[in-house]
């Protein structure tokens, strides 16, 4: 069983920063595939970044140059970087960890869920 803590979300305007951590509980951490997940107001929850257990990341092409997904498995925590942030980038942000070997693109794929933190971008 995996525990995860998501934090540092809040709002800030068009155009500034935040870093979003997700810190986990257990010893096995670093096997984990490791993914960031959004979801806004009337829309489904999707994919934003992940991260595999080599390191190997992966961005959704709206954020890629923007967001930047890390892992420290000495801490057992999975960072967000989120530059140059736009309103539409609004959302509750997830953290979420696959222990198997379905598709890192897809809510489906993940075993364990954080309870997400608030994100908004004012214009």
């Known amino acids: 069983q995996v525990q995860l803590v998501e934090s540092g979300g809040g709002l800030v305007q068009a155009g500034g920063s935040l870093r979003l951590s997700c810190a986990a509980s257990?010893?096995?951490?670093?096997?984990?595939?490791m993914g960031w997940f959004r979801q806004a107001p009337g829309k489904e929850r999707e994919f934003v970044a992940a991260?595999?257990?080599?390191?190997?990341?992966y961005h959704v092409n709206s954020v890629k140059g923007r967001f930047t997904i890390s892992r420290d498995n000495a801490k057992n925590t999975v960072y967000l970087q989120m530059n140059s942030l736009k309103p539409e980038d609004t959302a509750v942000y997830y953290c979420?960890?696959?222990?198997?070997?379905?598709?890192?693109?897809?809510?489906?794929?993940?075993?364990?869920w954080g309870q997400g933190t608030q994100v908004t971008v004012s214009s």
């Open positions: 991260v595999t257990s080599g390191g190997t990341k």
């Open positions: 979420a960890a696959r222990d198997s070997g379905r598709s890192i693109f897809d809510t489906k794929g993940y075993d364990y």
């Open positions: 257990g010893r096995t951490f670093s096997r984990y595939v």
